[in-house]
DNA sequence: CTTTCTGCAAACTCTTTGCACTCGT
DNA sequence: ACGAGTGCAAAGAGTTTGCAGAAAG
């Protein structure tokens, strides 16, 4: 056997798959407390690393502070609000699959692409006008 | 006055300036201690934070490691190659900028964007057929 | 039973910061 | 000479890891 499948990878991979706010190693270790009180933050670091070798669990890298972890794997981009960090997913634009050809033409092995969009979004951009 | 203009914060700018190759931080320090041997690895952090602040260079987020810096400030995607850990630039697609009209649209206020793509890099892709 | 996984705590990496001193202006 | 900037070393955040014991197959 190769893998096991404990209550804390499955319960680690609940939390990602339901959640929609791209949450960071400690989100998903306070929510994954809630049902598996005793799990440690080491264990749920190891098991989203092995959720991402496995393809199911992607990871986000963006802004300044932690990584986050996303279980949307179709392609989409992301919209990083610099005032409240949150992360959104935006529907992925149609023009991209085109460069990725070009790329290849190139001699590159294109494996993934990520697109990030940087700025106020239209909450923060409500409240700071009205200051 | 307000901000003063130190032999170390040039020689930070110079160096990030001259890299082609999106150097991090310890790198830098490495480089600039060439000139300067007794600067200290916080104040290239603080000059490089500086620098950003400024606008005249960009901090490139990718992978798991350490932030690089980047004085290129022409919007530009970037390569980075999962196997040698290089980032490379590549010119910019000229359809991007037709998105950030419609995120304006529905009330983001856009300050930036990346797109990375990921993969093996010519020189790794060949490297690794010849194996 | 065997081997992987876990909890815990310590270690590690990258970055920031407090303090006394230095150096631009 | 005033105060922003510096070097140094210690502290912080985020993540990884060694180990002894727990538990999946």
Redesign the pocket.
Known sequence: ?????????DATYAVVHAAHDHP???HVHERVQQR?K?????????????LVAQGRVRVVRIG????RFDAMLEPHEHFMCEICDEITDLSSAVAVPIRRTSLRRRGYNVTGQTTTFFGTCPRCARATRSN
């Open positions: 056997m190769r893998e096991r499948q404990t209550r804390q990878l960071t190693a400690e598996l005793r799990i440690s933050l080491g264990t749920v670091y190891r098991n989203l690393q092995k300044p502070r932690s990584a």
